[in-house]
């Protein structure tokens, strides 16, 4: 589907219903899927996809249009993602260690045997902090410079957290990996 | 573990979650739009508030308060003594149009006054003794309208003397004295019978009858004030009383004019030089080049008397008269004597006789004892130290412009600046005990007026409105020689002073 993307954000700015709906209906999957990998269930994830969408729909004003509006979106539920975990305290739980193995062991593994939901368990799986930081830094983007300013961490903790993360999902990869085999020797037998 | 590898699997994760989307329920949609309803329609405490007609009508009872309010202000404690009279004066015209009215009136505050909720002074009996009648709470009837109700004489003659009486008074009375108004009657019966029952319950019709007494009639009629057929108003004019601001003068010290005296303990020293050394230091040593002489300042004092006059809060001119006798020492290596006369004469001396010839004065020269010219004669140096007082006495006129600052302060500090005309007056050379050499305008040596340039600063403290003493730090150097043109000395006196005055200002 085809979005007139000025149109709806036109709508928006009118607060037509319509477009609102549109707007939400075209973004709010992946959204979802976004703050699935934040929260550590669904309900939360719910709560942060519906806030996100009010802040997005009252700042709808402010969108320049000098970036894809959908990195617009995305940025604001990253942003209220954060928030709802600073709530919940669960970023004090990061450890402030500066020491971290950058020397992970070699992997072969790949994602392409896995399911969404899959995925999505082994990171909500993670302690909050290396969850959020995983999240940040392998999948949205940003630097560890730029994680730190923004969960107002140490560098060196957002990386001991990482590799931390990375470390644990893993471990569960292969350990997922290994009992496929298994269950396809034992089906092959 | 290598850099790519590890960017392989971010970017395994990110390609992964990239495209991943999930159902959200429906649920929340739902959320979303109830919350952009509640913020469609905000919640206002005071909707009404927003209707711009109950605006205006709020704005009308904010004003019509702001109006009554000095009705309002009337109508407090304060003014409980008025409305002993305005109370009826207001219901008045309601009585003359309408006596049931008045009646209807009269009976609620008669229940009132008879409650035996609210006993009053008038139930119990002591309208004599306290010389006020209480008729509701808190209205009280003068002392004299009690006591003539008490003696039986009408108030209403004193009352008729001062206020017209409505023409329909006689019915009213009538009406008030009738079987009609029982309840007035029985008011009036317990305020003439202080020993009467005070139970607020209707006496017995007998009492209603017309020819009670003479004094019940004379008890209502103050009562009933409805026969007054004036319409009193009171009128509150607010207006803002055209007050003068008196702007208080400043404390202004009369210091437009002052005069002051002073004494000035000073150095002086009139540097006075003998540039030419006389013939017969030359003759004598012919091997020196330059003989040595000097001044040296001694403790002088001046007299001084000043004046001046404020031209502004800053600036002021002043000048004075001021008596300066300056004394100094002159030193030299060596004195001049005459091997003629044996008259010996130090070098300044030699110097001023030889300008006195210089200028002709032959009597000069012959006074101090000399032949008609002391370089020509044959003289001797004698090499030797002296040292001579050189005196020297001057009349000054200084003229000063000053600015003051802190002018109004108890403490005021005022630079000076200006001009000093010295008159000269006399100049006493005193080698040895009981030789003085004097010089003297007349003898031409001395400028008669030379002037100085001076400057100082002064502290003034106002010891009250008209006198302040000062103290004044002062430096006067001379413009020029104070001598007409001498080829052989040169002069320019300088004095540092430190005056000690008193000021009056008038």
């Known amino acids: 589907m085809i979005i007139d993307q000025q149109k709806l954000v036109d709508g928006c700015r009118k607060r037509e219903r319509s477009a609102q709906k549109q707007l939400y209906d075209a973004f709010a999957g992946k959204m979802f899927a ?5 929260v550590k269930d669904r309900t939360d994830a719910e709560d942060v996809l519906q806030d996100s969408f009010i802040k997005i729909y009252d700042k709808i004003d402010s969108f320049r249009g000098d970036s894809p509006l959908q990195y617009w979106i995305r940025s604001i539920v990253v942003n209220t993602a954060l928030k709802h975990i600073r709530k919940q305290k669960h970023l004090l739980e990061i450890d402030d260690v500066h020491t971290y193995d950058t020397n992970i062991a070699d992997s ?14 082994f990171i909500q799986e993670l302690p909050t902090g290396c969850q959020t930081i995983f999240n940040l830094y392998a999948i949205e983007g940003y630097q560890h410079n730029e994680i730190a300013e923004l969960l107002s961490i140490s560098e060196g903790t957002s990386k001991s957290q990482y590799s931390r993360a990375r470390m644990l999902l893993q471990q569960k990869l292969n350990k997922e990996q290994r009992f496929d085999n298994e269950s396809v020797r034992k089906t092959q037998f | 573990m290598n850099q790519s590898e590890k960017h392989n699997f971010e970017d395994e994760w990110k390609q992964f979650f990239e495209s991943a989307s999930e159902t959200p329920p429906p649920s929340v949609w739902d959320g979303i739009t109830e919350q952009l309803d509640k913020k469609a329609t905000p919640i206002v405490p005071l909707v009404w508030w927003k209707n ?29 003594k008025d409305r002993i009279t305005q109370t009826p004066q207001s219901t008045e015209p309601k009585a003359s149009t309408d006596p049931g009215l008045i009646e209807g009136n009269a009976s609620e505050r008669i229940a009132q006054a008879t409650s035996p909720a609210q006993p009053s002074s008038t139930n119990t009996g002591n309208a004599s003794t306290t010389n006020q009648l209480t ?8 002392a004299q309208l009690i006591s003539r109700l ?13 206020q017209p009486v409505s023409a329909d008074a006689p019915a009213l009375s009538e009406k008030l004295s009738g079987e009609e ?10 305020h003439v019978t202080p020993n009467s029952s005070t139970s607020g319950q209707e006496l017995p019709p007998v009492l209603a009858e017309k020819n009670t007494s003479g004094l019940t009639l004379a008890a209502l009629t103050p009562l009933g004030t409805s026969e007054q057929s004036v319409y009193f108003q009171k009128r509150y004019v607010f207006y803002k009383p055209d007050v003068t601001e008196q702007v208080t003068p400043e404390p202004t010290r009369n210091t437009e004019y002052w005069a002051g005296i002073g004494v000035m303990p000073s150095s002086f020293n009139p540097q006075i030089n003998v540039t030419s050394p006389p013939a017969a230091f030359s003759q004598a040593n012919a091997s020196r080049q330059s003989m040595s002489n000097s001044s040296k300042a001694g403790l002088s004092y001046a007299l001084q008397m000043q004046t001046g006059v404020k031209v502004s809060k800053h600036w002021s001119i002043e000048t004075g008269l001021s008596y300066l006798q300056g004394n100094s020492t002159f030193i030299s290596d060596g004195y001049v004597l005459d091997a003629v006369t044996s008259r010996s004469a130090n070098v300044l001396e030699n110097a001023l006789l030889s300008g006195g010839q210089q200028k002709n004065n032959a009597d000069f020269t012959a006074s101090a004892g000399f032949g008609p010219d002391p370089n020509k004669i044959a003289a001797f140096y004698i090499d030797l130290d002296q040292s001579t007082n050189n005196d020297y006495r001057y009349l000054q006129l200084p003229v000063q412009a000053g600015y003051t600052l802190n002018p109004d302060g108890k403490v005021s500090y005022t630079v000076l600046g200006g001009m000093v005309a010295n008159l000269f007056l006399k100049n006493e050379l005193q080698s040895a005990s009981g030789y003085r050499f004097t010089t003297t305008p007349q003898d031409g040596l ?25 103290l004044t730090g002062a430096y006067q150097k001379a413009l020029s020689s104070s001598l007409h043109n001498n080829s052989d000395v040169e002069s320019r006196p300088q004095l540092y002073g430190l005056t000690w005055g008193v000021r009056y200002d008038f």
């Not at chain 2, 711009?52 to 404690?77: C, F, G, Q």
């Not at chain 2, 108004?181 to 008011?187: D, E, F, G, H, Q």
């Open chain 2, 52 to 80: 711009p007609r109950t605006l205006y009508t709020a704005a009308a009872v904010v004003a019509l308060l702001l109006l009554s309010w000095p009705i309002m202000k009337l109508r407090s404690p304060e003014s409980q």
């Open chain 2, 446 to 470: 001395y400028r008669t007026l030379n002037w100085s340039a001076a400057t100082g600063v002064r502290f003034n403290y106002h010891i009250s409105e008209h006198f302040s003493a000062s």
């Open chain 2, 135 to 142: 008729i509701l709470p808190g209205i009280t009837l003068p």
């Open chain 1, 34 to 38: 976004l703050c699935l990998r934040y």
């Open chain 1, 108 to 121: 072969e593994l790949t994602l392409s045997g896995f399911q969404m939901q899959q995925l999505l368990g």
């Open chain 2, 150 to 162: 008490n003696s039986g004489i009408n108030p209403t003659q004193d009352i008729d003397s001062h």
């Open chain 2, 181 to 190: 108004t029982p309840s007035i009657v029985t008011l009036a019966k317990q």
